[in-house]
C-alpha cells in the first residue's frame, strides 16, 4: 500500500519544471521589447518550429505513425487562411480558424485511405500527398498558381502581434501534449505505438485513436501555416508546401528526442541556433546538419534529451538501487 | 457464456479450423489440447477476431460476436494472452497494464487504473518491475506481464495460451496458484496449455484439436482414454494398443496390417512398432554393445517381446515377410539393418557434462549430461520449450555455456571456434528447415559443402544425397521456396550431409509434415545412418522417434529426465503416463 501511494504522489520536480518554464516564458515574451528585429525572427521560427515538431512527435513518436507529409497541412491551413482573407475579405484570425479547420477536414477525408497503408507505406503515401497538393497548387490559376498570392496589406498585423500569436501556438502545442500524454488517449497511442495488435487486444480502437492523434497534428499544422502566411504576407506552393516544413520537423525531433516532450523544444533550439550560426555557408549547414543526424540516430537514439534522461536516470538509479540492496538486506537480517 | 457453432477458417489451401463446436459455461475452465499445428492458438485468434471466420458463428453471454472487431470483442471482457509475449515495449509495466484497464474496462481515470495496476501486479509477483520498462524485462518476467496484461482488463472471460510454456519447475507452481485463485474466483477460462499436469489439474473439461478438427471432449480422463486422442499424440499403434486392451506383438499387428494399413494410406505407421520390436531382436544394438557389452540376454528379452524373431539373422527377414512389401519401406524394418552395420566403440562420440546453459536472463538447461555413441541414433524428446534446442545450440556454441562441458572426440569443444565445428565433422539440419529460399536447390546444397574436405568430394556426395531424395534432383534447378515443406527438410538434410559430417544433428524433422513425407524422411535418416553417420535426433513426435533411435533422452524443463534404450522408454510406466498419458 505504501508502494501505492508513493505512486500516486505528483511529481516533486514538477514545480521545479513549472517554475522553469516560466521564467523561460517571460523572458521569450520580452524578447520583441528588450531584443532587436532579428531575435524577434529567430524566435518566432523557432515557435513554428515547436509547433511542427510537437505535431510531428505526437505521430511519430507517440503512434508510431512516420509521416512526411506535414506540409500538406501546412499549406492548406496556410492558403486557406491566406484566400479567406483575400476572398472574403475576413479578418485574420477568422480566417486562420477557418484554415486549420480546412486542414482537419483534410486530414479526415484522408484518414480512411491512408491508415490502411503501414509502415513504410503509411509515410509514402503521406509524401507523395502532400507532394501531390503541390503539384496541384502550383497549377491551380485561381490561386495564383505557381506566384502564389498576396494576402492584404492593409490588414496585416505587426511583426510583433504575430510573433505573440506563434508563441501561443508553441505553448498551446505543448499543453496540448501534456494533456495527451496524461489521458487515456496517451495511453492509446503508446499502446499501438508499442504494440498494434495487443492494443486492439486491449480493447483499443485502433483507428479511432490513430484518427485523434492525427486530427490533433493536422490542427496544430495547420494554425502554424495559417500564422506563417500571415507572417510571410506573401505565399506561393513550392516553399509552403515544401517538404522542407516535414523534414525540419523530423530533423528537430530526432535530434531532441522522438517521443519525448522536451525532446523537440531541445531540438527546435539545436536546430534553429544551428541554422543561424552557419547561414552564411549553406552548403556546410547541410552537411553538419546531416553529420549531426547520423551521429544522434547512431550514438543516442532516444535523442539529445534522451541521453540527457538516461544519464539522469544512471545517476539516480545507482542511489536508489543501493537503497533497495540495503532494504534487502535489512530484510534479510529480520 | 462462450459458444462456437462449426467454426471453420482456411488458410490458402490448409483448413486450419473446421467445423468446430464447443461451449464454455461461466465460472467453467476448459483446456485446449492438441500437437503442435493442431489449429489451437488460430482459434483463439478467431475467438477474439482477429480474422473473419469462413464459416460458423460464435456467441459471447448469448450476443454474436463473430464479425465484431478485436477491440469492441475485448471491451466485452474477453481478456487474452499471447504465446509469445506482446508487451508495450516503451512503456512502463505499469503503463502496460493500464492500458488494458482504461480500454477494456472503459474508463479515463488514470489514478483508479493505476491502483488497480498495482494491484494486478502484487498478485503476480510482478510489483518491483512495476515502474520498469517493459522492453527490459526477461522473458520469465514477461511471461507474467502477459497474464498480468490480461487479467487487468478485468474479463469474464480469459483466453490463456501456453503461460507455463518455458517456467521452469517453481515457476508454473506460483502460476498454478494464481491461476487457481481465478478459478475459485469465478474467473472463466479457456486455457491453452503443453504443460499436461497444469491443464489436467486446472481444467473442468478438456477439448482435443488434431489438424483443426475438434476429436474429443470431456474429462481429462475421458479425452486420454480417446482411442483418437492418442492416436494424435502417438501415432496409431498406441491407439490399437490402447484398443486392444494388449500390447500390440509383432506378428499381431503384421497380421492386421496389409489391410487396415493400406487403407491408411501410410502403412508403415501401424508397422513401425512392430517392425522396430523385430529390429531389436535382429542385432545387438549400439547401445546394448556399449553398456553392457557382455550382457546376452539382451536378444533374449527382445526376443519375448517380438515372439516372431528368436534368431537374430532372420528376424528383418520374417518381419518383411510378415507384413508384405510394405514394410520393406518402414523404418523399423531399415533400423535392423542399420544397427547391424556400424561398427560401435565404446568411447562415446559427444560428451555432454553437467552443462547448464541459457539466454540473457533465461537458464535454458540445467546440469544437463548425456552421451552419444559412435554409429548409433539418439533420441531427443521433450515437449515444446523443454530445452531441445538449446541443449543442441548448446552444444553447437550457439549459445555460451554456463557450466560443464562438452566434449567431441575427446575434444573440449570450448577451445573450438564455433565455424570450426563443421570441420570437426558436426553438422545440423536446425529447426524451420532455414533453406536459402533465392537459390536454386542445386545451390543450396553446394553451399553445404563449405569445408575444404567436403569441396573436394562434393559431386560425390551431390549423388549420394540425390540418391536419398530422388526429388532434390528433379527439382534441382528449382528455387528453394517453391519446395513443399517436407521437400524443404529434405533439402535441409541434404545440406547437411554435403559437409560429410560425422555427426549430424537433426532438430524437429517431421514438424508439421504429413505422416507421409515424414515416413519418406525417417527412411533416408536410418539410411544416412547405416552409411556410418551418427546421428541426434530431436522430436516431438515420440513414437516415431522412438521407433527409429537406439537410445534416447527425454528432457523436461531443460532438464534430461529419463533415458535410456528405444524399448526401455517404451516399457517405462512413468513415462507412458508423463507424455501419452494413459
Known amino acids: ?334 | 457464456m462462450l459458444r462456437l457453432e462449426n467454426v471453420s477458417k482456411n488458410f490458402g489451401a490448409v483448413a486450419a479450423i473446421s467445423n468446430v463446436s464447443f461451449a464454455v459455461q461461466k465460472g467453467e475452465v476448459l483446456g485446449i489440447m492438441g500437437p503442435n499445428g493442431a489449429g489451437k492458438t488460430t482459434l483463439f485468434n478467431l475467438i477474439m477476431g482477429e480474422f473473419p471466420l469462413d464459416r460458423g458463428t460464435i456467441h459471447f453471454e448469448d450476443k454474436p460476436i463473430h464479425g465484431l472487431s478485436s477491440h469492441e470483442i475485448a471491451a466485452m471482457g474477453l481478456g487474452r494472452t499471447y504465446q509469445i509475449p506482446q508487451p508495450y515495449r516503451g512503456m512502463t509495466v505499469v503503463e502496460n497494464l493500464m492500458v488494458g484497464d482504461m480500454f477494456g474496462g472503459r474508463h479515463a481515470s488514470l489514478s483508479r487504473a493505476r491502483r488497480r495496476a498495482y494491484e494486478i501486479l502484487d498478485r503476480v509477483g510482478l510489483a518491483d518491475s512495476a515502474e520498469k520498462i517493459a522492453g527490459s524485462l526477461g522473458l520469465l518476467d514477461l511471461k507474467r506481464l502477459e497474464l498480468a496484461k490480461a487479467l487487468a482488463m478485468n474479463p469474464r472471460l480469459l483466453l490463456l495460451d501456453e503461460i507455463a510454456g518455458g517456467l521452469v519447475e517453481n515457476e508454473i507452481v506460483v502460476l498454478r496458484d494464481i491461476l487457481e485463485d481465478l478459478k475459485k474466483e469465478g474467473v472463466t477460462m479457456l486455457v491453452i496449455e503443453h504443460v499436461m499436469g497444469i491443464l489436467f489439474d486446472l481444467s473442468d473439461r478438456i477439448v482435443v484439436l488434431n489438424f483443426g478438427q475438434l476429436i474429443a471432449q470431456g474429462t481429462a480422463k475421458e479425452v486420454m482414454e480417446e482411442p483418437q486422442v492418442i492416436e494424435a499424440y502417438l501415432g496409431t499403434a498406441h491407439a490399437q494398443e490402447g484398443r486392444d486392451g494388449r500390447p500390440a506383438t509383432g506378428p499381431s499387428v503384421a497380421a492386421a496390417m496389409p489391410a487396415g494399413g493400406a487403407a491408411r494410406g501410410a502403412p508403415s505407421i501401424d508397422a513401425g512398432p512392430a517392425a522396430a520390436a523385430s529390429a531389436e531382436a535382429a542385432a545387438p544394438t549400439g547401445f546394448a554393445a556399449t553398456a553392457a557389452p557382455a550382457e546376452s540376454a539382451e536378444p533374449a528379452v527382445a526376443g519375448a517381446f517380438a515372439p516372431a524373431g528368436s534368431a537374430a539373422p532372420s528376424a528383418p527377414a520374417e518381419t518383411a515377410s510378415a507384413a508384405g512389401a510394405d514394410t520393406a519401406a518402414s523404418p523399423g524394418t531399415a533400423r535392423a539393418a542399420a544397427s547391424a552395420a556400424p561398427a560401435v566403440s565404446v568411447q562415446p562420440l559427444l560428451e555432454v557434462v553437467s552443462v547448464t546453459a541459457g539466454y540473457d536472463k533465461f537458464i535454458a538447461l540445467f546440469d544437463v549430461s548425456l552421451e552419444i555413441y559412435e554409429g548409433e541414433i539418439t533420441g531427443l524428446i521433450g515437449v515444446n520449450g523443454a530445452g531441445k534446442t538449446s541443449l543442441i545450440r548448446a552444444i553447437t556454441k550457439g549459445i555460451p555455456l554456463m557450466g560443464g562441458t562438452v566434449r567431441y572426440k575427446g575434444i573440449d569443444l570450448a577451445t573450438v571456434e564455433a565455424h570450426k565445428l563443421a570441420e570437426l565433422g558436426i553438422s545440423q539440419s536446425i529447426e524451420g528447415r532455414k533453406i536459402f529460399p533465392e537459390l536454386t536447390v542445386l545451390e543450396n546444397l553446394e553451399l553445404g559443402a563449405y569445408n575444404k574436405r567436403a569441396r573436394q568430394r562434393r559431386k560425390q556426395t551431390l549423388r549420394e544425397v540425390f540418391d536419398l531424395f530422388p526429388i532434390l534432383e528433379e527439382k534441382k534447378n528449382q528455387l528453394g521456396t517453391l519446395l513443399s515443406g517436407g521437400q524443404q527438410q529434405m533439402l535441409a538434410i541434404g545440406r547437411a550431409l554435403m559437409s560429410l559430417p560425422d555427426f549430424l544433428i537433426l532438430d524437429e524433422v517431421s514438424l508439421g509434415l504429413a505422416p507421409v513425407v515424414i515416413d519418406q524422411l525417417y527412411k533416408a535418416i536410418v539410411e544416412i545412418n547405416r552409411r556410418g553417420t551418427t546421428i541426434l535426433l530431436v522430436e516431438q513426435s515420440i513414437q516415431r522417434c522412438l521407433d527409429t533411435v537406439h537410445r534416447a533422452y527425454v528432457m523436461e524443463h531443460g532438464r534430461i529426465v529419463l533415458s535410456g534404450t528405444a524399448e526401455e522408454l517404451k516399457n517405462n510406466e512413468e513415462f507412458k503416463k508423463a507424455y501419452f498419458g494413459v
Open chain 1, 1 to 334: 500500500m505504501a508502494k501505492n501511494l508513493r505512486q500516486l504522489k505528483p511529481d516533486k520536480t514538477a514545480f521545479g519544471k513549472l517554475a522553469g518554464l516560466l521564467v523561460l516564458a517571460a523572458i521569450l515574451l520580452l524578447i520583441p521589447v528588450v531584443g532587436d528585429s532579428y531575435a524577434e525572427l529567430f524566435f518566432y521560427l523557432l515557435f513554428i518550429n515547436v509547433a511542427l515538431a510537437q505535431a510531428w512527435n505526437l505521430l511519430a513518436g507517440y503512434t508510431g505513425l512516420i509521416s512526411l507529409g506535414q506540409a500538406a497541412f501546412f499549406g492548406i491551413g496556410a492558403y486557406t487562411t491566406a484566400l479567406v482573407m483575400i476572398w472574403l475579405k475576413w479578418p485574420f484570425f477568422a480566417a486562420l480558424i477557418l484554415g486549420a479547420a480546412a486542414s482537419v477536414l483534410f486530414a479526415l477525408i484522408v484518414s480512411k485511405p491512408i491508415f490502411r497503408l503501414r509502415g513504410i507505406y503509411f509515410t509514402i503515401g503521406t509524401m507523395v500527398l502532400a507532394e501531390a497538393l503541390r503539384i496541384w497548387m502550383i497549377n491551380w490559376e485561381k490561386t495564383g498558381g505557381a506566384q502564389g498570392v498576396n494576402l492584404p496589406l492593409e490588414t496585416a498585423l505587426p511583426y510583433t502581434t504575430i510573433y505573440y500569436i506563434a508563441f501561443v501556438l508553441a505553448a498551446a502545442s505543448i499543453i496540448i501534449m501534456v494533456v495527451i500524454l496524461r489521458s487515456k488517449l496517451g495511453m492509446g497511442l503508446r499502446a499501438i505505438r508499442d504494440n498494434e495488435r495487443s492494443a486492439r487486444n486491449s480493447g483499443v480502437n485502433i483507428y479511432r485513436t490513430k484518427l485523434k492523434a492525427f486530427l490533433i497534428s493536422a490542427l496544430i499544422t495547420g494554425l502554424a501555416g495559417g500564422i506563417h502566411a500571415e507572417y510571410s504576407g506573401t505565399i506561393e506552393p513550392y516553399s509552403i508546401f515544401s517538404i522542407n516544413w516535414t523534414l525540419t520537423a523530423l530533423v528537430i525531433v530526432i535530434v531532441g528526442g522522438m517521443g519525448t516532450l522536451t525532446g523537440p523544444i531541445l531540438g527546435a533550439f539545436i536546430v534553429g541556433l544551428l541554422g543561424e550560426l552557419l547561414i552564411h555557408y549553406p552548403t556546410i549547414h547541410l552537411i553538419i546538419m546531416g553529420v549531426i543526424l547520423i551521429a544522434v540516430i547512431r550514438f543516442f537514439p532516444g535523442g539529445l534529451w534522451g541521453a540527457v534522461l538516461a544519464l539522469y536516470r544512471l545517476l539516480t538509479e545507482g542511489r536508489s538501487a543501493r537503497k533497495i540492496a540495503g532494504k534487502q538486506s535489512g530484510a534479510e537480517a529480520k
